[in-house]
C-alpha cells in the first residue's frame, strides 16, 4: 500500500490522467490478486484451526462426561443408606387409598423398580411397600366387535390372559410383603354379573393370604366376590376392618335375603379381632342374625355410604337402635336410619365412648336421639331433606334437643347437610 504512486492523491478530487489510470488499474490487478492469495491463505487457517478446535473440544467433553461420571460416585443419593431409602420410598406411597396394582401407572411401589438397580433391589426388598394393595378390575367387553374398550386392542393381551397376567403380578407383589399384615381393596364397577370371570383369577391369588388380611375392601357386584364369603373367622383372624360396598342395583340378581345369610354366616364378621365394620349400602332387618362381636367394634357405618342417598336404602330407627344397643364400645358411628316409629320400639342406646356420630335421618328422628347417651360425643354430623319449612325447623329442633341435655356430652363440631329436592 505504501507503493501506490498517488497515494497524495487519495480521499481527494484529483482526477488522473489516462496514463495514470492505466498505472493505477495495473496496481489495482495486482492487489487484488494479492487479496485473493490472503484469502486462501486464511482459510487455510481457519481450517487448521477450526480442527484443532474440534479436538479441544472433543477432548474437553470426554473430560466433562469423565469428572461427571466419578462425581456421581460419590454423591449423597447413591450413599444414603437402605434403611433411611426404605423409609423415603414408604413416604411415596398414596395416602388415600391402597397402593394400585397397574404396570400403566406411574404410582409407587412400582415406578420404584424402574429407575436404577439399586433402587429395584432396595424396594423388592422392602416388605412395607408391598403389604396394601389396591385392584381395580375392568369389565369384559359385551361382544368381540365392541370398541367402546381398550382391551382387544392388537397391542394388549387378551382379556383371559390380562386377567391371568393381573392374577400373577399380584401373586408377586404379595410375596414381597413377607409376613406382614394386607390392606387390600377390589373394585369391579359394573352393573352385571360378567364381573365374576374376571375377578375369580385374583380371588385365587388372593385367598391363600387371608391369615394375613388385616383391612378388606370390596366394591360393586356382591356375585363377583362370594368366594370370600364361604371363607371363615379363623381363616380370617387379623381381620380388623372390613369394608363390603355392595351396590344397590346387585339385588336384581342376588336377593337381598340371600346377600343377608351370606352375610351371617361369612367369616369377615366373625374374627376375634373385628374392630371396624363398614356395610354402607346394605339394610339391616335381623341384625341379631348376624354372629357379630358388636360390643368390641369402635367404628361402625350402615344403611349409607358417605354422601350417599341410594334409593330404597332405609334402617328402620328400632333396627339401628337395636345395633347401637349393643355396640357400647363405639367410638365412630355413621348410620341412616328413617321412618316413623313408635316410642317403645326404640332400644335405649348408652354409648359412653362415642365422638362422632353422623345420622341420616328423616324430618322427625325424636324417638331415636331421646333413648341416645352420649355423653362423650364431640362431633355430629346430620343429613337429611330440605329444611325450608316451618314444619321441617320445628320437628329438627325437637329431634335434636335431647343432644343438648345437661348429662350429653360438649358438642363442639354440629354440621347440618339438606338436600334440596327438585324446583317446581
Known sequence: MDSFPHSSSLNSNYIPLDEEAALIKAYLTYCRRRLEEMKAEMDGARGQAELKLDSIKLEYDRLYDHIESCASLITLPRRVPDD??????????????????????????????????QWRQV???????????????????????????????SDKPAPQNQEELRAIAALQWLKRSGDLPLHISLVAHSNESS?????????????????????????GHSQSFSRIFALGAADLRSMESPILDFHSWTYGNFDHYDLMSSLSDCGLLTP?????????????TCPSNLSVK??????????????????????PMCTASEILHVCTGLVSCRIKTAGSALYGSIHPMQLPFLRHLSLEAGEYFFPFTDKLEVPG??????????????????HYKTSLAPLFRPEQGSIQKLVRHCYLGPRS
Not at 89 to 114: C, G, H, V, W
Not at 272 to 284: D, E, F, G, H, Q
Request: one cysteine or more; a positive charge.
Open 377 to 394: 360425643l364431640q362431633e355430629f354430623d346430620l343429613r337429611g331433606d330440605n329444611g325450608a319449612s316451618l314444619r321441617h325447623n320445628i
Open 294 to 315: 358388636w360390643k368390641q367394634i369402635t367404628h361402625l357405618e350402615f344403611g349409607a355410604s358417605s354422601g350417599s342417598r341410594s334409593k330404597g336404602m332405609i334402617m
Open 195 to 219: 364381573y365374576l370371570p374376571v375377578v375369580n383369577p385374583c380371588l385365587s391369588v388372593l385367598i391363600p393370604f387371608s391369615s394375613r388380611w388385616k383391612s378388606f375392601a370390596i366394591e
Open 123 to 153: 424396594a423388592l426388598t422392602t416388605p412395607r411397600l408391598w403389604s396394601t394393595i389396591h385392584i381395580y378390575f375392568k369389565p369384559r367387553p359385551r361382544t368381540p366387535n365392541d370398541s367402546s374398550t381398550d382391551l382387544l386392542r
Open 272 to 284: 376375634p379381632s373385628l374392630r371396624r365394620l363398614s356395610i354402607p349400602r346394605i339394610v339391616m
Open 84 to 117: 433411611v431409602l426404605q423409609e423415603i420410598f414408604y413416604q411415596t406411597l398414596p395416602t388415600d387409598r391402597n397402593a394400585l396394582l397397574d404396570k400403566d401407572k406411574s404410582e409407587a411401589p412400582l415406578i420404584l423398580t424402574r429407575i436404577c438397580r
